[in-house]
């Protein structure tokens, strides 16, 4: 596993399914502590609610502590060169978990720093989520090779990391879009070269619905974008979740969305609040997925089996 963990293209199919598998005992067990003696220092650029709760309550409940760092006191990439805060943090820390704007910010961070770099969300990629995302599928008995996964909205970091977990794991993903909102032309192209399927751009959501084991989508107007919301909202218009998308889905499809939710907009509230959405399933997979990830970042090169071994000797 790489050092950093700064998109779905830093882990492989594998992997992903080793952090299943131990973010399952994680969730039945609060014995295992294996970031004891660790400190995580949270970076955060951008307002947070699941993003930071599930870290700061992970790392607590894998034994370490974390540092809250808001930006005013940073000054990411202004007051403070991001290699200079990766330096000084490398010494203090044994973690560094960053939600930003820039995605190159992380980068550089990463290729300073001496400890793991986590990406918890950057204009460019939302890897944290997708993983999570990919656990409440196999939760719900959906996550077999070739399910079908629609990605309705705008083509934002959410989109960008679907797009590149297509590329690890064989997912039969559509995204659609309205014209000009479609996800980064690079990620999609690298993608595709890679993924078991082919990956599909459509304009077209009812379309791209069609027998779709899950539906997902986003907000309209990300962090950052809120100038743009009143043409956004013209914009996406006809691409709201509603019940009449939802029907061209399969029977047993799912609904999910990373939250927060615009009810009305991106999606209808009896969709939203209805049988077939999981999004507090997928909000507190969070927590767990992120608990295996941040075990395997941490003891990068020991095996999981071995660490927790170790680990119960202890007990």
Known sequence: ?????????????????????????????????PLEGMTAALIFQKPSLRTRASFEIGVAQLGGQSVHLADEGI?????????????????????????????ELLEQMAAHATIPVVNALSDRSHPCQIIADMYTIRQHGLLAPGVRVCYVGD????ANSWIEMAAIWPIRLTVATPEGYEPDAEILAA??????????????????????????????????????????????????????LMAQASGSAIFMHCLPAHRGEEVEAEVIDGARSVIFDQAENRLHMQKALLTRLAHCGQGTQALRHEQLALL
């Open 155 to 158: 083509g934002n970091n959410v």
């Open 75 to 103: 000054g990411l990439g202004v007051r403070e060169t991001p290699e200079d805060v990766a330096r000084l943090l490398s010494r203090y820390a044994d973690l560094i978990v960053a939600r930003v704007f820039g995605h």
């Open 1 to 33: 596993m790489n050092k950093d963990f700064l998109s779905i293209l830093d882990i492989t199919g594998s992997e992903l399914e080793e952090m299943f598998s131990l973010a399952d005992e994680l969730k039945l067990s609060r014995h295992f502590r």
């Open 191 to 244: 993608a595709q070269r890679q993924a078991a399927f082919p990956i599909v751009l459509s304009h077209h959501p009812a379309s791209a619905a069609r027998n779709a084991d899950v539906i997902y989508t986003d907000v309209w107007a990300s962090m950052g974008q809120e100038q743009e919301s009143a043409t956004r909202k013209k914009d996406f218009a006809q691409f709201q979740v509603n019940r009449g």
